[in-house]
């Protein structure tokens, strides 16, 4: 959703600055608002890594988790309902904590497009 909100502002700006501010009031707004939107992408950017660090993290303790619980399971002399149960648990967090991951990454990637579009229209904004 955010990445959505970024792109409308993107948009707006550009079709701004396609329109052509004729006051230098109607620059210094168009500058505003473009140096907002670059802080809001930057925010957005350090929550996307932020939440990859802690989707590594996650994956990290579930795949010891798992290893943990494997490694029990089969030194056990006979491997309780428990033990399997618990297993098979660890290897779902590990396959969402795969997926929180994969999204962290995905949102990571979205937010660094939208920042490095923002960036080009400040530029161009600053050269008028």
Known sequence: MT????????????ALALAG???S???EALKASVQRAQSTADQ???TA??????????K???DQAALRIDTAARKADS????ADDARKLALEANRKADQALNDAKAANSGVAE???KIDRMFKKTMMK
């Open 3 to 14: 990445h959505r909100l970024i792109l409308s502002a993107c948009t707006l700006l550009a």
């Open 79 to 82: 491997v309780s309902q428990t």
């Open 44 to 46: 957005a950017l350090r």
């Open 21 to 23: 501010c004729s006051s």
């Open 49 to 58: 890594v932020n939440a990859e660090t802690a989707a590594m993290d996650a």
């Open 25 to 27: 009031s109607d620059i």
């Open 114 to 116: 939208a920042n490095e």
């Open 60 to 62: 990290r303790i579930a």
